[in-house]
């Protein structure tokens, strides 16, 4: 969301006029406060086919460099797709195919999906690939599995996603790899000593990875930091919302409410059975970290900035006839998928419909940014082509069981989190609909509509 937003602002920017009125704006709209009655038709449409979740999975999310640190990106996602059969009691004959997310690839088990799958035990009949699309590619996943069964090629898709920060490829230099390269195809001892006698110490300097567009070259530190000047979002509100994410985290894994989190025996290891990354803080300790990205007067820091983590997630989905063949009783009805706009006027939904929010939180000032772009018709006029504002959702509905500043965000797996933690929270409050929403690197997002399914 966050390069979303940057990406319209370039085109036109804020005044500062009109950015210190987003500073000024609620996070809650001021349309749901009215006592209009919420719908509860179905989104089920005649001769459409239903599709449904019938459970999720995830492993731990850790900080990178932890306990996982001596593993490779296939044998989370593995764990994950274990658990997942584990669950639900799944053949793995009954799996029509497998799709998985990832951003940051090992280069020695590119298609992911493939090697988890296999090492998980399914058939080498059974095809697997994967995406990346940034921090929505389980979204994309899913999306994928949803277009597989709707197009009637799939009964049963498991989609997932993975991320592994604590071994991230790290490249020599493009003249030190030309060099090597030329090496390998040298004939003579003497052209092996030429090439040799070429390098130079600069060219041993490596290429260290990025967070970062390519495009633009800009890290995403650097656009939250940017969006949150440019909607007026203070360090204090960052961070106070940062320390929200933190407490309603911790308050959930306490009860018990991260049903979703398998525990996973790491060779040689203890077992893990919890996020590692929920800490919740004081104000005054927050306030003294110093920013981390734009020195030394921007607002993100580190502890109103998601960590780097350790992950993997996994849902099984179905079309609800097959799902109810086999026994199941599914968890939601996954619903159109688009921007929280578009997916609410394409469902004939408004926001006061909605009563699960769970948006993928990368920063603290996105996300603030957002609710506040969300609140503004002037907004919404110039940048969306709508007449009025979306309208910001009641903080008491929104990632109430905290989010990725504190569970962790491990790039591509968030995406399932997000669903799976709708449909648990749907069926823990007795609510219809949820939504989900999350931002990705370029300027792009996702956005789906949950629906439950009737207990």
Same mark, same amino acid.
């Given at each position: 969301m966050a390069s979303m937003l940057l990406t319209s602002l370039r085109s036109s920017p804020l005044t500062s006029v009109q950015a210190a009125q987003f500073g000024k704006a609620s996070w809650v709209s001021a349309e749901l406060n009215n006592t209009s009655p919420k719908s509860k038709k179905t989104? =089920?449409?005649?001769? *459409?086919?239903?599709? %449904? !979740? %019938?459970?999720? %999975?995830? &492993?731990?999310?850790? +900080? $990178?460099g932890t306990i996982y640190a001596d593993l490779m990106p296939h044998d989370l996602a593995r764990a994950a797709l274990q658990g997942l059969l584990n669950r639900t009691g799944l053949p793995k004959d009954a799996v029509d195919y497998i799709v998985y997310g990832t951003v940051i690839q090992e280069v020695k088990t590119s298609n992911v999906a493939r090697e988890a799958a296999l090492g998980a035990g399914f058939s080498d009949k059974t095809p697997a690939h994967t995406v990346t699309m940034a921090c929505i590619s389980s979204n994309q996943a899913m999306t994928t599995a949803v277009g597989l069964i709707a197009a009637g090629q799939c009964d049963a898709v498991v989609a997932g996603g993975v991320e592994f920060m604590s071994d991230v490829p790290i490249r020599h230099s493009r003249r030190m790899r030309k060099t090597m390269l030329s090496l390998n195809k040298a004939k003579t001892l003497g052209a092996r000593l030429s090439l040799l006698g070429s390098i130079r110490l600069a060219h041993l300097a490596p290429e260290l990875p990025a967070v970062a567009e390519?495009?633009?070259?800009? &890290?995403?530190?650097? $656009?939250?930091?940017?969006?949150?000047?440019?909607?007026? %979002?203070?360090? !204090?509100? +960052?961070d106070e919302f940062a320390l929200r994410s933190h407490t309603l985290a911790k308050k959930a894994q306490d009860s018990g409410l991260l049903s979703d989190v398998i525990s996973f025996k790491v060779p040689g290891k203890d077992i893990v059975s919890k996020d590692n990354g929920i800490r919740p803080s004081t104000m005054e300790q927050m306030a003294k970290l110093k920013p981390a990205f734009i020195k030394p007067h921007g607002t993100v820091t580190a502890a109103n900035s998601s960590f780097l983590t350790d992950g993997a997630s996994a849902v099984l989905i179905m079309s609800e006839e097959k799902a109810l063949a086999m026994g199941y009783k599914p968890k939601a009805y996954l619903r159109p998928t688009y921007a929280t706009p578009k997916v609410l006027e394409k469902s004939g939904l408004t926001l006061n419909d909605i009563d699960v929010f769970e948006f993928h939180e990368a920063f603290a000032g996105q996300i603030m940014a957002n609710l506040k772009a969300m609140e503004s018709d002037w907004f919404a006029q110039t940048y969306m082509g709508r007449k009025t504002k979306v309208g910001a959702p009641p903080m008491e509905k929104f990632n109430s069981w905290g989010g990725s500043l504190s569970l962790g965000h491990p790039f591509a797996a968030t995406g399932c989190r997000l669903v799976t933690t709708v449909a648990h929270r749907l069926?823990?409050?007795?609510?219809?609909?949820?939504? *989900?929403?999350?931002? =990705?690197?370029?300027? +792009?997002?996702?956005?789906m509509v949950i629906e439950a399914y009737p207990q």
């Open positions: 989104l =089920a449409k005649p001769g *459409v086919k239903n599709i %449904v !979740l %019938v459970d999720g %999975v995830r &492993t731990p999310f850790l +900080q $990178s390519f495009s633009t070259a800009e &890290t995403m530190g650097h $656009s939250a930091d940017r969006l949150a000047a440019a909607f007026g %979002v203070s360090r !204090l509100e +960052q069926q823990k409050e007795g609510g219809q609909y949820g939504l *989900v929403a999350a931002c =990705a690197a370029g300027g +792009q997002g996702h956005a």
